[in-house]
């Protein structure tokens, strides 16, 4: 289906529809996207040599242009892997896009949606990075990370976590979430089948199925505080159960697994020798007390059966610096490094010399930490107050991380004036965006249509600007109820 481009004299809204063929279904569909850009940026006649465009010039003094791609003109073959087409986009990345995009053209949209600290990199972090340039360390690293970080790791892990390493049992990345996809596909065969309690931070289930294994979703309730019952999670686990992932502090909840929960849930993996479990302990170090943190390798009988995923873009505002590290027994780790060798190699030299300086700040991150979680704990008690006292609305405090995954599905089934009805948590949050300008994350996402997203990774005003636009368009979903 041929391409329909829109251009003004300045400024250029692109609008493309065409029609995708899904290799694994062979069933069409639809897609469209947008963009919007100043005329200098375009290069009309580069576009025309692109993608071929016909030009029509219609009253309103704008050029109509109908394009037709290279893949007609050439019979190129543009069916993807079934793989591929399996997997979900990441929800957050794309309404964080939108809301920046959104930003970018002047609307004054309040970005609640990605998961990434307000705070700068902490100085002493920031400088250590600079002096890597400066001294040099520009160079490759070994593919699992330069000796010295892997070594502070494993001093941070046994001094704060109680769980012991050796070097070439830690394997660097370029970030936790990679650490986490080189972890599935390392262990698990077509097949296989990976539990993930929901809500579920958006990328376990699309790692499983990049891996040829299927995710088994176990639901949790907000009334037991999003927490997996140990009962439902040994009446799920069969023969081709190969992964359970746990997230404690939880994306998108902020709920923390008690020592004496994971205890239980620890029991039962016992039982099955082909089950492994992936702790992914991203938000370990924001944790609001008396809430602890308890790593799931440290139980008995669990190192064996464990592989700890860490980083340090939460807890140490380093999201751009883009590094995480994945522990384990040698045979796995081994492995991760061997796909690692062959997507990416080493991580970036200069990050891992400033995440040696954030491993240096002292136990848990130290002061420098500790005045980051305060602010996010301050934050986190004025939203529970401010949502609390909105009829409808159901909340479970979070112990950590910082999100609010809040109920507002008592709002669902309204209409609201010049947009229509409010079916589910995705309509809730493009309404949230139309009328009151704030960008979070629609439940689906996550595995929980009843609910949405709300990041406090954002300064107290800005949040409390953002409560005052969302009551607001919930005032008026309230009042069209009424009417």
Known sequence: M?????????????????QSLSAANSASRHVSRSLSFSQNSLDMNALKHVIGVE????????????????????????????????VKPSRTVAITDQATALVQAGVP???????????????????????????GHTRYTPNAGT?????????KLKEENGIEYTPDQVVVSNGAKQSIAQAVIAVCSPGDEVIVPAPFWVSYPEMARLADATPVILPTSISNNFLLDPKLLESKIT?????????????????????????????IVAKHPRLLVISDEIYEHIIYAPATHTSFASLPGMWDRTLTVNGFSKAFAMTGWRLGYIAGPKHFIAAC?????QFTSGASSISQKAAVAALGLGYAGGETVSVMVKAFRERRDYLVKSFSEIDGVKISEPKGAFYLFIDFSSYYGREAEGFGKIEDSESLCRYLLDKGQVAVVPGSAFGDDTCI??????????????VE??????????????V
């Open 2 to 18: 041929a391409n329909t481009l829109l251009y003004n004299n300045t400024t250029c809204g692109i609008s493309f529809h065409d």
């Open 55 to 86: 030009q029509q010039n219609n009253k309103r003094g704008r050029v109509i242009v109908k394009s037709k791609t290279h893949f007609d003109d050439l019979g190129v073959d543009i069916s993807l892997s079934p793989r591929v087409n399996a």
């Open 109 to 135: 949209v309040i970005r609640l949606a990605a998961g990434e600290p307000d705070f700068d990199t902490p100085a002493v972090i920031a400088e250590a990075g600079i002096n890597a340039i400066r001294e």
């Open 147 to 155: 000796l010295e970080l892997r070594q502070a790791i494993c001093h």
């Open 239 to 267: 023969e081709r159960s190969r992964v359970l992932i746990l997230c404690s502090p939880s994306n998108p909840t902020g709920s923390v697994y008690p020592k004496e929960l994971l205890e239980k849930i620890a029991e």
């Open 337 to 341: 490094g061997k796909v690692q060798s």
């Open 453 to 466: 997203r709300i990041s406090y990774a954002a300064s107290l005003t800005t949040l409390q600007a953002a």
């Open 469 to 482: 636009r969302i009551k607001k368009s919930l005032i008026s979903l309230t009042s069209a109820a009424l």
